[in-house]
């Protein structure tokens, strides 16, 4: 039998979506890192102190983490469309204002117009995802969406680095931000709209942000699944994000360039687990006991870096297996969105990545402070990690298996 038209239109136009949601992340990604990759260079430029530089960068999370939530009140209430379309545009926008200027002021305006459009990309995406696809295609394909954001920030850092080394820290930004108004006009021309309870909304704003918020917000079960996933996240931002090649060095004694090496296989690791647990959940039709399974087998796997003597050999390899079965986490938010009503999907999303972010937020000053009142025993500080990972198993242990049931599919 041969698709409708109608129905073939309706498959590509997802299709399409998926593609640049994705596109749009993979691109926030590599602005949010792509001062970290000439940091000196910069900083000299700009007339700053590390810590200088340190807060300039940092603008970004700034305004990216509290805009998550309204983001996700803004898609549920109007659609993912304009958001995108507006969200590349101000991310672009930020990129090229930040290497066209060179005064520190007006960067710092670039980089939080940065932090303001990136905003927009991963809750959209899923958000186009779940109104797109099949109820039983969102942990795969949310999954594909991380992995994008993975292994696009780590090629791209490695390619990039090495642009910035011949052609200069500004040549590369403007590069990116031309990329990111590629995004902008794709979605201008290309992305449509699907069809969610948003198209049909007609409650004012006041009254969507209040009923939205007290059913996510009101709701424990959404709480312990944000928490779980806030825990299960840690290792990915404070280990494999700041921490883990410090520790490699000062505690394990390897080079700098091969405990980067190691470390790097947390994101490697992250981006097939992602996938291949998404993909494994759907299949099961069962998220829960992958969660457990996933963070049980995480945890084990960084106190074995932190604790065996290993080869470096094998510490990558742990950490690869850590990254694979950290990816699992990917499913607290098909877990927390089948939970809710689908008019609220984008708020759940949100919600649970916002709770994720500020974890890190908290957490990476922690280990470091941790390491000081230790005497600079980063794998005691360190030891936090498997320790949050463990309890995140333990809290889904408790969290009830329950699917809305606008998440069941009418098998269409
Ligand atoms: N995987 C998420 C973060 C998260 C939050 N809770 C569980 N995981 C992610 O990568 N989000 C992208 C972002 O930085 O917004």
């Known amino acids: 039998m041969t698709a409708a038209p109608g129905q073939l239109a309706a498959t590509r136009a997802a299709w399409i979506a998926f593609v640049i949601g994705s596109g749009f992340f993979l691109f926030e990604f590599v602005a949010r890192i792509e001062p970290s990759l000439d940091t000196t260079a910069i900083a000299s430029f700009f007339g700053l102190t590390k810590s200088g530089f340190g807060t300039l960068s940092s603008l970004f999370f700034w305004i990216y983490a509290p805009m998550q939530i309204v983001v996700g009140l803004l898609l549920d209430r109007f659609g993912a469309r304009k958001f995108i379309v507006g969200g590349s545009l101000c991310c672009a926008a930020g990129v090229l204002l930040f290497a066209a200027t060179s005064v520190a002021g007006v960067a710092a305006a670039g980089r939080v117009l940065t932090g303001f459009g990136a905003s927009f990309a991963f809750v959209s995406a899923l958000w186009l995802v779940n109104h797109w696809f099949a109820p039983e295609r969102f942990a795969l394909l949310s999954g ?149 399974g996933g963070a049980v087998l995480t945890a084990l796997a960084y106190l074995a870096v932190l604790y065996l003597p290993l080869p470096a050999f094998t510490e990558g390899a742990v950490l690869l297996a850590g990254g694979f079965f950290g990816g699992f986490q990917m499913l607290t938010f098909a877990m927390a969105k089948e ?45 936090t990690m498997p320790a949050c990972v463990a309890l995140a198993a333990l809290i889904v242990l408790f969290v009830p298996e329950y699917r809305h049931p606008d998440h069941v599919s009418d098998g269409t």
């Open 144 to 292: 594909a969406v991380n992995a994008t954001g993975m292994v696009g920030a780590a090629i791209g850092a490695v390619l990039l680095s090495d642009l910035v080394g011949t052609a200069g820290w500004r040549t590369v930004f403007i590069g990116s931000g031309l990329a990111g108004l590629g995004i902008f006009v794709a979605a201008l021309l290309f992305l449509r709209e699907p069809h969610s309870p948003a198209s049909e909304a007609d409650t004012g704003a006041v009254e969507h942000v209040r009923q939205s918020l007290a059913m996510v917000m009101g709701n424990g079960r959404a709480w312990a699944i944000a928490v779980t996933g806030m825990l299960y996240y840690l290792p990915v931002n404070v280990y494999a994000g700041l921490w883990g090649t410090t520790e490699l060095v000062t505690d394990h004694h390897r080079a700098q360039i091969t405990a980067e090496t190691i470390v790097s296989m947390v994101f490697w690791g992250m981006a097939l687990g992602s996938v291949f647990g998404g993909w494994l959940s759907d299949r099961l039709g069962h998220r829960k006991y992958l969660v457990l």
């Open 339 to 383: 939970g809710m009503a689908n008019d609220v999907a984008g708020t759940t999303v949100a919600f649970v990545n916002m709770i994720g972010i500020a974890g890190a937020l908290v957490f990476q000053p922690l280990v470091g402070f941790l390491a000081d009142a230790t005497g600079g025993n980063f794998t005691l500080a360190l030891a």
